[in-house]
């Protein structure tokens, strides 16, 4: 019998982490996840809107957590809400969302699961590291051979708190990290044409498909005909690590000067993060794979 792993999962929701966080559901229903919301996409206070609206809709069974407002440090971007609307998901909410939200489980402690999910600013995943033994941590973010899409260098969710990050890889230990960066996530993406052929099972599945819609009427169709899927392909990558090429190293963040930021690999057989660099299957079947998976079908 499969053993069932409960995660902890840091997010930003976010047009991509509802995918994402539906994804993980998907791939691993039985799991008793927490859920902890963090700034990024937008500040906080929407983001937890979003993440127990989420949880509403599709995760009656997991916790909740409101996590950081702000990073280590004052925060020197302003929030991408041309990308993700005021709220992040373009005020797009789904009818089953209930005013009152007494039925979520909040938690006051960060729970002891030592499986770990980042899809955001790792503020809360450093805090985390304070507190539990972290074995393994699945990360979004970092940008290593290509340009970042926060600055030049750097990729958003190390933009917003590199101190954060740049503290969790030099204290890592024993943990097992993989990254999924940039380099890989640009290359798995939907286009509009996908986005109009999700199944609208239900409203909850309807809210999803609106999302996306919304946020081509705002900004795909606007700026780029296509969604590319950060997020869900670092949950995808946990499940199947074989379709990705991964490359063993340690890990540099630059905390300080024009670069501040940037992820550098440090080439060390002896490091214990396995960065993925590139795809073994082609990007668009991914792509696919992860619509029949999140919609069933197949």
């Not at 917003?160 to 990050?165: H, K, L, Q, R, S």
């Not at 780029?224 to 946990?238: G, K, N, T, V």
Request: proline share 5%.
């Amino acid at each position: 019998m499969k053993k069932i792993i409960d995660y902890t999962i840091i997010s930003d929701p976010g047009v991509d982490d509802i995918l994402a966080l539906l994804l993980l559901k998907k791939l691993s229903p039985a799991s008793k996840n927490t859920l902890i919301s963090t700034f990024g996409n937008v500040p906080e206070k929407y983001t937890a809107e979003n993440a127990k609206e989420f949880i509403q809709n599709f995760a009656p069974d997991w916790n909740f957590i409101s996590g950081s407002k702000s990073p280590m440090k004052p925060l020197k971007y302003p929030w991408p809400t041309y990308f993700h609307g005021s709220d992040g998901i373009w005020n797009t909410h789904s009818k089953n969302f209930l005013a009152s939200k007494e039925k979520i489980k909040h938690l006051e402690k960060y729970p002891k699961n030592s499986q770990i999910i980042s899809l955001g600013p790792t503020t809360d995943v450093f805090k985390l590291s304070q507190q539990i033994k972290i074995k393994n941590l699945t990360l979004m973010g970092g940008a290593f051979n290509v340009s970042g899409n926060e600055t030049a260098y750097a990729e958003t969710n190390i933009a917003f708190d590199p101190d954060a990050t740049s503290k969790i890889f030099n204290s890592l230990g024993k943990t097992n990290v993989k990254i999924v960066p940039l380099d890989v996530t640009k290359k798995v993406f939907w286009n509009f044409e996908k986005i109009e052929k999700i199944p609208e099972f239900n409203e909850s599945y309807k809210w999803v498909k609106n999302i996306l819609l919304a946020w081509f009427e705002n900004y795909g169709l606007k700026n780029d005909m296509s969604f590319d899927l950060h997020d869900p392909l670092a949950i995808y990558a946990m499940f199947f690590p074989d379709d990705l090429v991964w490359e063993k190293a340690s890990v540099e963040i630059i905390t300080n000067g024009e670069k501040r930021g940037q992820t550098k690999k440090i080439q060390n057989k002896l490091g214990n993060c396995e960065i993925a660099i590139g795809l073994k299957k082609d990007g668009t079947k991914i792509a696919d794979d992860i619509f029949d998976i999140l919609f069933n079908t197949q």
